[in-house]
């Protein structure tokens, strides 16, 4: 993640200057000391908006999906915290309006033992997927026509290869029931 761009947490994704809906991963790495591989803690983030996925050191602690205002609280098994640099991954995401890991910068830290360390500041994150530009892609220079018969080419029963002086022809009978597209 060491190109990734960075964003100061807790804050919608929207105030931090990024527009999007869609997939975005966050990373941030903290250092513990002593020896805890003997130790279970909680990782605490906050409301994430809207879904999640969260590792530390690439092992999944907890998710939540389609909670926009539900403070993540995981538990955080023995084994999985190590002596040195951990790493938080945290994957999110938002489906409409504001989204990403917002709320009170208390709610976001790591606890274990007696030991609590803030989670709060500086992380790294990428976009996987932006939902928005997808959806501009996809017709940018095709028709809806186009696009449907593209993708379902080879998935519908209903299709007559006709040959013509061109080429192949593929038909595509479309028929509208209850205002959907079967």
Do not use: H
């Amino acid at each position: 993640d060491s190109n990734w761009e960075t964003m100061e947490l807790p804050q919608f994704i929207e105030d931090a200057g990024l527009e999007i809906d869609g997939i975005v991963w966050f990373s941030k790495q903290f250092s513990i000391s002593k020896n805890v591989s003997n130790l279970s803690g909680t990782i605490s983030l906050g409301p994430i908006d809207d879904s999640d996925v969260v590792y530390i050191n690439g092992l999944k602690v907890g998710a939540t999906e389609q909670s926009y205002d539900k403070d993540r609280v995981y538990k955080v098994s023995k084994g999985i915290l190590k002596k040195g640099v951990n790493r938080v991954s945290i994957r999110v995401e938002d489906t409409g309006g504001g989204g990403g890991i917002y709320g009170d910068e208390n709610k976001m830290f790591l606890q274990y033992g007696n030991n609590k360390i803030s989670l709060s500041g500086e992380w790294r994150y990428e976009v996987e997927k932006n939902l928005l530009k997808s959806t501009d892609e996809v017709f940018a220079n095709s028709s809806i026509a186009q696009v449907f018969a593209e993708a379902y080419r080879d998935k519908i029963d209903d299709v007559e290869n006709n040959s013509s002086e061109n080429g192949k022809r593929l038909m595509v009978r479309m028929r509208m029931v209850k205002n959907e597209m079967k």
